[in-house]
């Protein structure tokens, strides 16, 4: 990924590649973050229907929050999925942007699995882990960008260490989720 990753053994976990999470109009200068490589961008990813898209033009045109999960057979990767889900398409909407979970699995599994964890907004599925190869990835990792440019990278160390989704909104300018329904507990 030209300069965003070089070695993952070296690369750091979480890294803001430019100084803003939300690029002016027309970013230039430092602040307009790393150009994801050309190899990368147009190798393709499926979607439900087995349809081929290349992956830069996911977000070629808007803003986006890329999550690359281990498998759909994860435990922790499904309860991630789970949390991605409840966060309402209006907050993303706000913001002008766009949320993606890319996995590593048969274009068949998506339905399924988004049936299962509740997820509605776009997926997409690597098959052949090419993405996952050529970005150096051995586990999950969540990615935001905009055009054609990454402006922040975290790569778990393990599968417990996913960056909370918050965080990551709070990147791109979308609004606080709460992820419970349960009141919370104040001690007096």
């Known amino acids: 990924m030209q300069g965003v990753v070089a070695d993952p053994a070296v690369a750091p976990v979480t890294r803001q590649v430019s100084g803003r999470a939300a690029p002016a109009a027309v970013p230039s200068g430092p602040e307009r973050g790393q150009p994801l490589a050309a190899a990368v961008a147009e190798l393709p990813v499926l979607d439900a229907s087995g349809r081929q898209v290349p992956f830069g033009a996911l977000f070629r045109e808007r803003r986006a929050v890329v999550v690359f ?4 057979l994860c435990y922790i990767c499904k309860e991630y999925v789970e949390d991605l889900a409840k966060i309402p398409k209006s907050f993303l909407q706000e913001a002008d942007v766009t949320l993606i979970v890319i996995g590593q699995s048969s274009y068949h599994h998506i339905e399924p699995f988004c ?12 098959p052949e882990r090419e993405i996952y190869k050529k970005l ?12 054609n440019n990454i402006h922040f990278i975290h790569r778990d160390r393990n599968r417990l260490d996913h960056k909370p989704i918050n965080s990551v909104l709070q990147l791109v300018g979308v609004q606080h989720v709460y992820f419970t329904s349960r009141p919370s507990v104040i001690h007096v």
Do not use: N, P, Q
């Not at 999960?69 to 759909?72: K, P, S």
């Not at 150096?136 to 055009?147: F, L, N, V």
């Open 69 to 72: 999960v281990r498998h759909f």
């Open 115 to 126: 049936k299962l964890t509740g997820y509605s907004h776009e997926i997409y599925v690597d």
């Open 136 to 147: 150096g990835m051995k586990r999950g990792e969540e990615i935001a960008s905009s055009g």
